[in-house]
């Protein structure tokens, strides 16, 4: 086949995945009798039309980088880590008990404790399946994905059972010290000038982006990061050159069991408050649809998160304001995984022939 | 060896069974095929000799029907073809024999014979048929294989004969094989010869692709050679010499021996004793061997592939457990696994060129900086501090590697699998030998590396020696072990059967020790 150039390759054909997404979301809109102009409008609008719109947005697109970040250091490895919504849920649990534990006097204390617990809490749910497959090759697919229902029934009997307080109706814990509570957009000195009433998106969001910088300064710049792409690109060449498969295993699950984990700084500790069940909302799987659009690069990464953060809460606005079922997003952000992740090829195929006699001018 | 075939009156009055006529074919800006002209005598066999990347898959691609030619006509038996599939290709009588078979392994012989030639609804009268006529072209030319048994369970040799019946099957009076010995023992190469001789005496015509020289003056009648994607000349094999034909294939003058002087071993370097390893399913591979290799000397391991070399380098490698003793320089090093890997090994002074440069070697995907750092990634001078890699000065370290081995394109951010055989050969040779290690263990140095980076390797190879180093050498070509090795010790079945010097042994004796016929004179190593 035709190599695309590097500009078609990393933008034109995502792009083109999109569009077709889209052309046959409206389609179905159509279909059940929804308008898909005014849809979109609503989407656009209620996304990024205001202050209010980036606010969530913004918020979904942070918890979307630490979930896809976490499943991009595992690919790397050759690693699927589809548990990113238990690491998620049991990086909830850490930063619960870290923030409950003390009366924090300062968020700029309580957040670097709270990423620890985050991180500890989601990078040992990521353990045991990455043990399993280092010494025992048991698929590391099928173990995290058993370990997803393990977190959130373990999730659901500590809240009901140990963390709710006596007498409280509903299955959470407490609601964490004021000191722990992390400042939004709309508390922040200079970005409270745009952002007047109350949005979800806060501190962690800067967080968010720092841990691209790390993520990518591992995998390029580090041994480590070395050791773990040698490892994921061949096995046997990894042994013949002395990189420990156990170590690479090990090492690369905990660090994306811990990237995924930090994203309960952002809705347990951000914007919840408090641990509910099912803290973790999906963000955990659609990580691994933002890994496979950001192409396993943080910088891709951000911006797949931050496009699956607008359908997020695109959809939630359209679900709110049009005939559209809410539920439609769901079938928006499953096009564009199809598109963007399994049907990939075929778009390079489709537009191959367009590169192929403008190379053959330039010969 | 065979007498080449002598009667050329019939194939005076004979249109041409084979005839290209100005094929040309390019992909993108790359011109695979210029201009090419061939005509090939029925009862001939054709050979086609090229570099890897001359042209000569492409060209056969497009004889059997998987590329479409740009220009030019195909004529079969005087006849113009459109060969648009491999169907047509068929059709017209031509087989293909493919470097990489293409059997069905769970099926059994009779099964993959008639995949695609079923003729009705029901297999068993096809069947019945195919095991008629398999028991008639066995006994035709020499071609036996069992037809009940399954593929999965045949060697490789017997694999490739079921590839040929496949063929004959279908009627093809041309066949078309590409590097057929590439995966064979030299037994089984001979018997294909064999085979091959039998199919011209009955008529029918042959073109075998390959760049071994030796094949080329064994079996073949005429020779086309190509280079560039253009046929530089096409000569007949008994007027032509090996040197001549591998000048033709590099356009300049090749080496086909490097001149080496006698060894000066030294100390010893390398001591192993009563090693064994048995693999995963508990299978003795290596059966207790004592070797030692002194400073200043190549021991070459001559013997057919599987006999357990692979794994004697993947121990001293530090990548298989095993047991015995190995010292390196005086020392005991650790055969467990436990507490040693490739990286303490590389620490103790053994470099390695593995045997797979795609599978162990090298990381395909990554480029060529960064494959030179490969196993090295931990030395001090490829650090920026404690935490960060100097990925400058890797490359810098690359470009000078690049420019001291001549790899091309000279190019450290291109990938691995971008670069020939030869030159990610190279890229490999030189992490290794800069390191300037005690003992290089070289496996298969030179398979699928082109005549003109033959001569470059082995010009390194002894150079390294002439340094005082000890080389440990693999390899199965048993031309290149003559050439190299200053002591020959060679292997089967996991044990050593004996020792020699090259100046006191030939290969028809090496070959039936590779083959496990041990002799009474055999020295006690």
């Known amino acids: 086949m035709t190599k695309l150039p590097t500009w078609a390759d990393l933008v034109l054909v995502p792009l083109i995945s999109l569009v077709l997404a889209a052309a046959i979301s409206a389609l179905v809109i159509l279909g059940i009798g929804g308008d898909p102009v005014e849809a979109v409008k609503v989407m656009v609008d209620g996304a990024l039309g205001s202050p209010y719109g980036w606010g969530y947005t913004l918020y979904y697109t942070t918890s979307f980088i630490f979930t896809g970040l976490g499943v991009t250091v595992a690919y790397h490895a050759g690693q699927f880590n589809i548990g990113g919504e238990g690491q998620a849920q049991l990086g909830g649990l850490g930063v619960a008990l870290v923030c409950l534990a003390l009366p924090w006097p300062h968020w700029t204390l309580a957040l670097p404790a709270a990423m620890v617990g985050a991180a500890l809490f989601g990078a040992a749910w990521a353990a045991v399946p990455a043990w399993l497959q280092a010494k025992r090759g048991s698929h590391i697919v099928i173990t995290t994905i058993m370990f997803n229902y393990i977190a959130a029934a373990l999730i659901v009997y500590l809240l009901v059972e140990v963390l709710r307080p006596a007498g409280q109706m509903d299955p959470a814990t407490p609601r964490f010290p004021k000191g722990a509570a992390l400042p939004g957009f709309h508390e922040i000195p200079g970005l409270s000038a745009i952002f007047t009433s109350k949005v979800p998106a806060n501190v962690t969001f800067f967080v968010a982006l720092l841990a691209c910088v790390g993520v990518w300064l591992l995998l390029w710049r580090t041994r480590l990061g070395y050791e773990i792409r040698a490892f994921g690109k061949s096995n046997s060449a990894a042994r013949y050159a002395g990189i420990s498969p156990v170590k690479v295993i090990l090492l690369s699950m905990l660090i994306s069991g811990g990237l995924s984990g930090l994203m309960a700084i952002n809705n347990v500790m951000g914007e919840a408050g408090r641990l509910l069940q099912n803290s973790a909302e999906g963000a955990g799987f659609i990580g691994i649809a933002v890994a496979l659009m950001g192409r396993n690069h943080p910088l891709g990464v951000f911006l797949a998160a931050f496009l699956f953060g607008f359908l997020y809460q695109g959809g939630a606005e359209m679900g709110l304001w049009t005939s559209i079922p809410i539920e439609l997003r769901l079938l928006v952000q499953g096009l564009v995984i199809l598109f963007t992740g399994a049907l990939d090829t075929m778009v390079r195929m489709m537009i191959a022939p367009f590169f192929r006699p403008r190379r053959k001018e330039a010969a | ?525």
Do not use: C
Not at chain 2, 82 to 91: G, L, N, P, Y
Not at chain 2, 268 to 278: A, G, K
Not at chain 2, 318 to 345: C, K, P, W, Y
């Open chain 2, 1 to 525: 060896m065979m007498a080449p075939a002598q009667d050329t009156g019939r194939q005076a009055t004979a249109a041409p069974a084979i005839e290209l006529r100005g094929i040309s074919k390019a992909f993108g800006p790359v011109q695979a095929n210029k201009d090419i002209s061939i005509r090939v005598m029925p009862g001939m066999i054709h050979g086609i000799i090229g570099e890897n990347g001359a042209g000569k898959s492409t060209l056969m691609s497009i004889l059997y029907g998987f590329y479409k030619a740009d220009a030019g006509e195909i004529l079969i038996h005087g006849r113009e073809a459109k060969i648009t599939d491999s169907q047509a290709a068929i059709r017209a009588g031509i087989g293909m024999v493919f470097q990489h078979f293409k059997l069905v392994q769970n099926f059994t012989v009779l099964e993959n014979v008639i995949l695609g030639a079923e003729e009705g609804a029901l297999l068993r009268p096809s069947l019945a048929k195919a095991r008629r006529e398999l028991k008639r072209l066995a006994e035709e030319y020499e071609l036996e294989v069992d037809p009940d048994a399954l593929v999965e369970e045949l060697s490789v040799g017997h694999q490739q004969r079921v590839e040929i019946l496949k063929a004959l099957y279908r009627q093809a009076d041309i066949l078309i094989l590409d590097e057929p010995t590439g995966v064979l023992t030299p037994a089984e190469a001979d018997h294909l010869f064999r085979i091959l001789a039998n199919l011209r005496m009955q008529g029918k015509t042959i073109l075998l692709i390959t760049h071994k020289l030796r094949e080329i003056m064994e079996i073949t009648d005429t020779v086309s050679v190509m280079r560039r994607g253009e046929m530089t000349a096409t000569v007949t094999t008994a007027g032509t010499s090996p040197e001549e034909l591998a000048e033709l294939m590099v356009g300049r003058k090749v080496l086909l021996h490097v001149p080496k002087a006698p060894a000066n071993p030294g100390r010893t370097v390398l001591e192993i004793r009563d090693l064994r390893l048995r693999d995963a399913t508990g299978v003795e591979r290596i059966k207790g061997i004592d070797l030692t290799i002194r400073a200043g000397e190549i021991l070459g391991i001559a013997g057919v592939a599987g006999n357990g070399q692979s794994e004697l380098l993947e121990v001293l490698g530090g990548f298989a457990a095993a047991t015995g003793s190995v010292r390196m320089n005086g020392e005991e090093i650790d055969l467990t696994g436990r507490h040693s890997d490739g990286q303490t090994r590389r620490a103790r002074g053994i470099a390695h060129v593995p045997e797979d440069r795609h599978h162990l070697g090298l990381i395909l995907d990554f480029s060529a900086w960064e494959n030179i750092a490969f196993g090295y990634h931990n030395a001090p001078e490829y650090q920026k501090n404690a935490l960060l890699m100097d990925n400058a000065a890797i490359i810098a370290d690359t470009e000078g590697k690049i420019e001291r081995f001549d790899v091309r394109p000279p190019n450290a951010f291109l990938p691995a699998k971008s670069f020939s055989g030869g030159n990610q050969q190279k890229i490999v040779l030189a992490r290794e030998i800069e390191r300037n290690p005690d003992l290089l263990l070289v496996g298969q140095p030179t398979r699928g590396v082109d005549i003109g980076a033959i001569e470059f390797i082995h010009k390194r190879i002894v150079e390294l020696r002439d340094a005082g180093k000890a080389v440990l050498l693999v390899s199965v070509e048993l031309d290149e072990i003559m050439s190299l090795a200053d002591r020959i010790a060679v292997m089967f079945d996991g044990r050593i059967m004996g020792e020699r010097l090259p100046a006191d042994t030939n290969e028809r004796e090496l070959g039936l020790l590779m083959a496990g016929v041990a002799d009474s004179a055999e020295t006690a190593a």
